[in-house]
C-alpha cells in the first residue's frame, strides 16, 4: 500500500503505558519540503506539538539538522545557518508554552562541513550567534557505500583524512559535539576516528545505520554479525553515545510502513529488542538514548505506539537505567537546562 499518513496511524490506537516517566525525544527535525516528493512534507511546530503531546510526558526535544531552510545566498559554507535561525524561532515560539508544556528543540544541531579543517571555526561561531542558547553541535553526515543504487553523501573514508579530522578538534575545542549518521560497514571507521579525536563527544544516530534492503536484503545472519562488530568496536570508545532508533526507516527492513493495519507497540517492542537491547549490552545505558527521528520513522508507526513499545522493551531495566535512556542521557549530553 502507498504511505498512509495520519489517517492510516490512528487505526491502531493504545491507552498511554506509565504517563509519568519524562522523556526527552533526542532526535527529530523540523522542515518543509513542500516541493519534494516526500512523506510527511511539512512537519513544523504544530505538527511536532501533535505527536509530543500524544500522551507521553515529553519535556524537551533534540532537533537535528535536516537540510532545510538553508540560505539561498552568501557563501556556501554559511548557508546552513537559515536553518538555525529558523529553528530558533520555532523553539522560541514552543517556549511560550502556547503548543504544550514540553519545551521542543530545547538543544539545537545544526550543519557543517568539518572537511574545511580549522576554516570551519567561523561556520561554528555563525551558527552560535544564530543559536546563543540553544545550539550545541554539528551533524555531518558521511553516508557511504560502495554500491551504486545506495545513496551517498559523503567520499569513502572521509572520516580518516586530515582536513575532516582537524574540523572534528575545532569542534572539540568549542565544546560541541558531532552527531554520526553513517552505514553499518562504516562502523570501524567511526571507532577509529572517536580514538583519534578523544576529546570530543560523538553521538551515533540510529543504531549504526544497519542496512537490510536494496544490496543488502539477504545479508543474513553475516550481515548481523557485521553490524555486531561494528557496534562493539565503537561501544569501546568512552566518548561515543548512542541513539536507540531510526527503525522505522525502511531501508532496516521491516515492513511496518507497507501494512493495511499499523503496528502495535506489543509487536514492535518485540521486534525492536534484540537490535535495542544488544546496543544497551555494548554502551551501557548511561550511554543510550531512546529517539523517535520523526517525521521520518513516522512512516512505520505512530510517536505514542512508539513510546509505548520502548517502554515495553525497557522493563527489565532498572529505574535509574531507564531514566537514563528515556531522558537522563540526552539531557546530559546536550546540556539541556531542566
Given at each position: 500500500m502507498?504511505f498512509?499518513g495520519?489517517?492510516?496511524?490512528a487505526?491502531?490506537?493504545?491507552?498511554?503505558?506509565?504517563?509519568?516517566?519524562?522523556i526527552c525525544?533526542?532526535h527529530?527535525?523540523?522542515?518543509?519540503?513542500r516541493?519534494?516528493?516526500?512523506?510527511?512534507?511539512r512537519?513544523?511546530?504544530h505538527?511536532?506539538?501533535?505527536?509530543?503531546?500524544?500522551?507521553?510526558?515529553v519535556?524537551s526535544?533534540?532537533?537535528?539538522?535536516?537540510?532545510?531552510?538553508?540560505?539561498?545566498?552568501?557563501p556556501?559554507e554559511?548557508?546552513?545557518?537559515?536553518?538555525v535561525?529558523?529553528?530558533?524561532?520555532?523553539?522560541?515560539?514552543s517556549a511560550s508554552?502556547l503548543?504544550?508544556p514540553g519545551?521542543a528543540?530545547?538543544a539545537?544541531v545544526?550543519?557543517a562541513d568539518?572537511?574545511?579543517?580549522?576554516r570551519?571555526?567561523?561556520?561554528?561561531d555563525a551558527l552560535?550567534?544564530?543559536?546563543?542558547n540553544?545550539f550545541r553541535g554539528i551533524?555531518?553526515s558521511?553516508?557511504?557505500d560502495?554500491?551504486?543504487?545506495?545513496?551517498n553523501?559523503e567520499t569513502?573514508g572521509v572520516?580518516?583524512?586530515s582536513?575532516f579530522l582537524?574540523g572534528a578538534?575545532?569542534?572539540a575545542?568549542?565544546?560541541?559535539s558531532?552527531?554520526?549518521?553513517?552505514y553499518f560497514p562504516?562502523?570501524?571507521?567511526?571507532?577509529d576516528f572517536?580514538?583519534?579525536?578523544?576529546?570530543?563527544?560523538?553521538i551515533?544516530?540510529h543504531?549504526g545505520g544497519?542496512m537490510?534492503t536494496?544490496?543488502?536484503?539477504?545479508?543474513?545472519?553475516?550481515?548481523?554479525a557485521?553490524?555486531?562488530?561494528?557496534i562493539?568496536?565503537?561501544?569501546?570508545?568512552?566518548?561515543v553515545?548512542?541513539?536507540?532508533?531510526g527503525?522505522g526507516?525502511?531501508?532496516?527492513?521491516?515492513?511496518?510502513?507497507q501494512?493495511?493495519?499499523?503496528i502495535?507497540s506489543?509487536e514492535?517492542?518485540e521486534?525492536?529488542a534484540?537490535?535495542?537491547?544488544y546496543?544497551?549490552e555494548?554502551?551501557?545505558?548511561?550511554?543510550?538514548?531512546?529517539?523517535?527521528?520523526?517525521?521520518?520513522?513516522?512512516v512505520?508507526?505512530?510517536y505514542h505506539?512508539?513510546?509505548?513499545?520502548?517502554k515495553r522493551?525497557s522493563?527489565g531495566y532498572?529505574?535509574t537505567e531507564r531514566?537514563?535512556?528515556f531522558?537522563?542521557?540526552a539531557?546530559?549530553?546536550y546540556?539541556?537546562?531542566v
Open positions: 502507498p498512509g495520519d489517517d492510516w496511524l487505526l491502531t490506537a493504545e491507552p498511554t503505558l506509565e504517563p509519568e516517566i519524562p525525544d533526542p527529530h527535525h523540523l522542515w518543509d519540503y516541493s519534494q516528493r516526500v512523506p510527511y512534507q512537519y513544523l511546530l505538527e511536532l506539538a501533535a505527536d509530543i503531546n500524544s500522551g507521553h510526558n519535556r526535544t533534540v532537533f537535528v539538522e535536516a537540510r532545510s531552510m538553508y540560505r539561498t545566498e552568501g556556501e554559511l548557508r546552513s545557518v537559515g536553518e535561525e529558523f529553528v530558533q524561532g520555532q523553539a522560541a515560539a508554552g503548543y504544550g519545551r528543540a530545547a539545537i545544526g550543519n568539518l572537511k574545511l579543517g580549522d570551519v571555526e567561523p561556520v561554528l552560535q550567534a544564530a543559536s546563543p540553544r551533524r555531518h558521511v553516508v557511504s560502495p554500491h551504486p543504487e545506495v545513496e553523501r569513502p572520516m580518516a583524512t582536513n582537524a578538534r575545532v569542534l575545542r568549542k565544546g560541541m558531532l552527531e554520526g549518521w553513517m562504516q562502523l570501524p571507521e567511526l571507532a572517536a580514538r583519534a579525536v578523544p576529546e570530543l563527544t560523538i551515533l544516530d543504531i544497519l537490510r536494496g544490496p543488502y536484503a539477504n545479508g543474513g545472519d553475516e550481515l548481523m557485521t553490524w555486531r562488530s561494528g562493539a568496536a565503537v561501544a569501546a570508545c568512552p566518548n553515545n548512542i541513539k536507540l532508533g527503525i526507516m525502511p531501508l532496516t527492513g521491516f515492513d511496518w510502513h501494512r493495511d493495519q499499523p502495535g506489543e514492535l517492542a521486534s525492536m534484540p537490535l535495542l537491547n546496543c544497551i555494548q554502551f551501557g545505558p548511561s550511554r543510550c538514548m531512546f529517539e523517535s527521528n520523526f517525521p521520518v520513522d513516522k512505520s508507526f505512530s505506539v512508539m513510546y509505548n513499545a520502548f522493551l522493563k532498572s529505574a531514566a537514563d535512556m531522558h537522563d542521557t539531557v546530559r549530553v546540556r539541556i537546562e
